[in-house]
């Protein structure tokens, strides 16, 4: 399967009415990086590495909304994205200071209100950059040092 990336738009396969292609007209400049699909609601989440927040898109709707906004709890560049156990695990890097800073913030569904953070802030330089969650609930994170 191939998928290709023009402009800002995702372009969702549903086996029943075929593709349905969505156009984020409102911000020509999220630079998308990360998608995450929530199969209980529908939703489908979006990180931004440039505006520092998460969107989601409500395919029935065709909308695209904030669900954090730019910087809110910490979060970093949107680097890496997971659904699990009816939260979103949401992995945010920058390397911007020399040294790299993290954050992994769980926030709940389909709130949004923070649950936990863990913030990897030292004088080593890594960037956490991606993240997967096993059936039991354990989180392997990717690091680039």
């Known amino acids: 399967m191939r998928f290709y990336y023009l402009g ?35 939703n489908i989440f979006l990180s ?3 505006k520092k927040k998460i969107g989601i898109i409500d395919p029935r709707a ?4 904030d669900f954090i906004s730019s910087g809110q709890y910490g979060y970093k560049r949107g680097v890496g994205m997971m659904v699990f156990d009816n939260k979103l695990f949401a992995l945010g890097s920058d390397a911007e200071s020399g040294n790299g800073t993290s954050i992994l913030l769980v926030l709940n569904l389909p709130e949004g209100n923070l649950l936990e953070s863990y913030v990897l802030s030292d004088s080593s330089t890594h960037f956490l950059n991606d993240l997967v969650i096993d059936r039991r609930g354990n989180i392997y994170l990717t690091v680039t040092q």
């Open 48 to 50: 931004s590495v440039h």
């Open 62 to 65: 065709s909308t695209f909304l």
């Open 8 to 42: 800002i738009f995702l372009l969702l396969f549903a086996c029943s009415s075929g593709p349905q292609r969505i156009e984020i007209e409102e911000e020509k400049d999220l630079i998308p990086e990360v998608i995450a699909f929530d199969p209980q609601s529908g």
